[in-house]
């Protein structure tokens, strides 16, 4: 499952999670939209990677990470930024980048 998280939660989220993905998107994105139920599909296929979403329209943590463009899926290791994909991309572009972080 893809957990929906805001700012107060999002460095407890990193940090708990040795390896982490979050979506940064918006509901009027066609394109997050588009990859969302493929984020769905990996955290039921992933369940040593935690998921989770961030709305950017209501949160400050995208900026501080130079979120420009969305959907733009950030990957964390031990609480640290160690990847990014900007877009909507394949599903096996994120299986690919996940694999080599396992």
Do not use: H
């Amino acid at each position: 499952m893809v957990q929906e998280i805001n700012d107060d939660e999002f460095e407890g989220f990193i940090k708990k999670n040795r390896l982490a993905l979050v979506d940064f998107w918006a509901p009027w994105c066609g394109p997050c939209r588009m990859i969302a139920p493929t984020l769905e599909e990996l955290a039921g296929d992933y369940k040593q990677v935690a998921f989770a979403k961030m709305n950017v329209d209501e949160n400050q943590t995208p900026s501080r990470f130079g979120v420009m463009s969305i959907p733009n899926l950030i990957i964390f290791k031990g609480g640290e930024q160690v990847d990014s994909i900007i877009g909507s991309v394949p599903k096996s572009r994120i299986v690919e980048r996940l694999e080599k972080l396992l």
